[in-house]
């Protein structure tokens, strides 16, 4: 995994009416990133100690230490985002990057964000959930001038509680947000906190979402609903990165949502607590079991658990199409309608015409139907036994007894254990048990005719 690290040295920028008298001093270096590959954790090489966090598909932005304060510096720009191999999308986002990069702070800390803007039009940055002076709340108009293009604005508070918060726009946000522009914002606690347990993994990912029409590569911003890619920090699977942990290692996972809906989040294997929300750590007399959260637009959720379980867990949104990439929300159901060699041929009268297969929509991967450039398959990746038959919100949770502590690399496929494996029957099945009938009108088994009488009008009916 390789980065771009591009060091600007700031003194004398233009922006600098619009910075505080405290930083009129050379700004802090700018760090991007060009990989989408997941970075290792980001070990704080000064300041309050903490365990770091692996953000997938990501990474953490580094810091400088300016008379005790934390130095942070964000650019809002647009960017390349491969969604995952063979697409690529026109975004928005920081540094390089969409979503932006972590911030890792410790409970305490005072921390200055320098925001500098390099979009076509204004923006701010709201930081979602944290207790902060309301001036730097960032809701454009209402807490702060919107910072203009080209201009540089400074955010400065303490980092009041632990926590996981997100950070995104509070100007244009209908664009800026579906543009791509967000990130994850992690507040340590600086010392033993009794919500809190230690962990020995702690993952995180954003939920987001993006219309992008197949052959094109910018995100249609007016979109409310109906979205046809469905990713994790800007990624679909096959390009989302596995999680790799240790056997019996104590992993903490933390999602947040900033789609347009709901994600029911499902992890195979072993079951979890939630004992994180936006508002903090949850009351341990509060947690219960599961195998899966839904969480709602504009949440967080953190989910524990013992991996105490080997083997390659798959892990996703339990909405079936969100397990999926490039939907057509006009694609016909043709199930037992024999169209052999038909959509062939339409598609090359209408390259973006789509039919679901007379068996199921498996059919879709064996028929090899051209697709516009950049743009991802519906069901793609594949595993040790074949296509996975998954996009969008989906990856594996990969448990291995020999993963070394502290090492994140894909172990490859799991080798199960002789006999573990589901396997094909070669004699006769016995006999399935099935529900008695039900007794026809005169006494005798049969089928039973259902009639539905329609009103004739709405005569009587509340409207």
Known sequence: MTSRRDFFKLAGVAAAASVSPVAMARLPEIVSMDTPATQPPLLPPNGRPYNPVVTLNGWTLPWRMNNGVKEFHLVAEPVVREIAPGMKAHLWGYNGQSPGPTIEVVEGDRVRIFVTNRLPEHT????????????MDGVGGLTQPQIPAGKTFVYEFVARRPGTFMYHPHADEMTQMAMGMMGFWITHPKGRHPLIDPVDRDFCFL???YDIEPGSATPQVNTMLDFNLWTWNSRAFPGIDSLN???NDRVRIRIGNLTMTNHP???????????????GPTPKGSRWMEVTADIAVGQMRQIEFLADEEGDWAFHCHKSHHVMNAMGHDVPTMIGVDHTGLAGKITKLIPDYMVMGERG???????????????????????????LEMGGMFTVMKVRREQKRGDYSDPGWYK???GTVAYELKEAPPAPVRAPQAASPQGSPGDVEVKVRKPSSHDGHNH
């Open 245 to 247: 942990v240790r056997l």
């Open 416 to 418: 199960h254990p002789p």
């Open 361 to 387: 929509m498996a059919d879709m991967a064996e028929m090899e139907m051209p697709l516009p450039d950049n743009t991802l398959p519906m069901m793609m990746g594949q595993g040790q036994f074949g296509p």
């Open 124 to 135: 701010t940055i709201h930081w979602h959930g944290q207790r902060l002076p309301n001036g």
């Open 207 to 209: 939920l987001n979402a």
């Open 265 to 279: 989040i499902h992890l195979h294997g072993v079951e979890f607590e939630v004992t994180g929300t936006d508002g």
